[in-house]
T-cell receptor, first 114, second 110 residues
Framework: DAGVTQSPTHLIKTRGQQVTLRCSPKSGHDTVSWYQQALGQGPQFIFQYYEEEERQRGNFPDRFSGHQFPNYSSELNVNALLLGDSALYLCASSGPGLALDEQYFGPGTRLTVT | DAKTTQPPSMDCAEGRAANLPCNHSTISGNEYVYWYRQIHSQGPQYIIH???NNETNEMASLIITEDRKSSTLILPHATLRDTAVYYCIVRVPNTDKLIFGTGTRLQVFP
């Protein structure tokens, strides 16, 4: 079992650009959540996808959007990047369904905005 | 979700028990206590969760006070690999969203 995988591992972008991060959930999981973790802080919930729809959303602007594919993998898109978007972006999977006790996290994508 | 309070850091000698406290005085009756940890440069890892009874698994034990206003995560024989940030979270099961605080940084020393 490969667990949760994320790509790329590191990314450097310029302010104003757009970025897409990818996540493949653990085998058997169909729910994907995204978190942003700034340096020295705990992860902050961005949004969650289940059945290809956004089910919950945290306090993040519309510049943050996502998608879930039929194979349950997911993308996180961030438009008009700001310096403050520099962070570790974590993907967590769970399931099957919305009944769960554990979320399995991937290793994250480190985004640096210059 | 209820707010949790944890000490920012703790030390523990290798081989000894590590006892990590968490206060959650405003916890609701249907909220569970969850513990996750994050080893440097990795994603958070689920450890254990419970409602009101003490729980034990292969990783740790969770002791919840009778009034449920606080809990303690116990790592019975800490190893150097247990050095990590430990997060205490309260949530309603099946809501998926985890609200992390700043956690406790546990340093296990030889």
């Amino acid at each position: 079992d490969a667990g949760v995988t994320q790509s790329p591992t590191h990314l450097i972008k310029t302010r104003g650009q757009q970025v897409t991060l990818r996540c493949s959930p653990k085998s058997g999981h169909d729910t994907v959540s995204w978190y942003q973790q700034a340096l020295g802080q705990g992860p902050q919930f961005i949004f969650q996808y289940y059945e290809e729809e956004e089910r919950q959303r945290g306090n993040f602007p519309d510049r943050f959007s996502g998608h879930q594919f039929p194979n349950y993998s997911s993308e996180l898109n961030v438009n008009a990047l700001l310096l403050g978007d520099s962070a570790l972006y974590l993907c967590a999977s769970s399931g099957p369904g919305l009944a769960l006790d554990e979320q399995y996290f991937g290793p994250g994508t480190r985004l640096t905005v210059t | 979700d209820a707010k949790t309070t944890q000490p920012p850091s703790m030390d523990c000698a290798e081989g000894r028990a590590a006892n990590l406290p968490c206060n959650h005085s405003t916890i609701s009756g249907n909220e569970y206590v969850y513990w996750y940890r994050q080893i440097h440069s990795q994603g958070p890892q689920y450890i254990i969760h419970g409602l009101k009874n003490n729980e034990t698994n292969e990783m740790a034990s969770l002791i919840i006070t009778e009034d449920r206003k606080s809990s303690t995560l116990i790592l019975p024989h800490a190893t150097l690999r247990d050095t990590a940030v430990y997060y205490c979270i309260v949530r309603v099961p099946n809501t998926d969203k985890l609200i992390f605080g700043t956690g406790t940084r546990l340093q296990v020393f030889p």
